[in-house]
């Protein structure tokens, strides 16, 4: 275990301090992510979906403009709680290859600084910089990638989940 501490505290130092803000973006993005799972399968929507249609069968008649009405605000409400956090999900999973390119940016300055002390002969020295800066590109771009994933198939279940809630407050009975 402390093998696995230290080699993943040897990598984070080769990609600088950009690295450090993608691992702390992608565990919140991961956290919201895992949130959302669990809201879906784990029993939270099931709750809320059951308050939803019941609020709307206990109703006595269902075909007036204010039972519409009331239909639309009960949609609009469960709608909310679909899709709580989606937006900042896919912001975080946006973000990640933004900060791979600011992780880009810091290590080819530390390349051309390198560059101006040394004249540009020193090619070892250049590696560091080459090295800082190609780190938290793919960090980025792998995190965005694992997000993109998750966020496709969170979107899928709020999609179909919407319309089977929708299909079920019907006013025909």
Not at 20 to 29: E, N, Q, S, Y
Not at 33 to 47: P, S
Not at 105 to 121: D, K, S
């Amino acid at each position: 275990m402390g093998d696995l501490i230290s080699t993943i505290l040897a990598f984070m130092s080769k990609g600088g301090d950009v690295l450090w803000l993608i691992a702390i973006l992608v565990f919140f993005m991961w956290t919201l992510i895992i949130e959302r799972f669990v809201y879906f399968l784990a029993g939270g929507w099931k709750t809320d979906k059951i308050a939803v249609i019941d609020a709307w069968e206990g109703r006595g008649e269902r075909k007036s403009w204010n039972a519409k009405q009331i239909r639309v605000k009960l949609l609009s409400q469960s709608r909310g709680l679909i899709n709580d956090n989606m937006g900042l999900i896919a912001t975080c999973v946006a973000l990640c290859p933004l900060l791979g390119l600011l992780g880009t940016v810091t290590g080819m300055i530390e390349v051309f600084n390198v560059m101006a002390v040394t004249g540009g002969g020193d090619a070892k020295s250049m590696a560091g910089g080459v090295e800082r800066s190609t780190i938290p590109t793919m960090a980025g771009m792998v995190a965005a990638l694992s997000g993109l994933f998750a966020n496709t198939q969170l979107q899928s279940i709020a999609l179909r989940e919407q319309q089977l809630l929708e299909d079920q407050l019907t006013s025909d009975h």
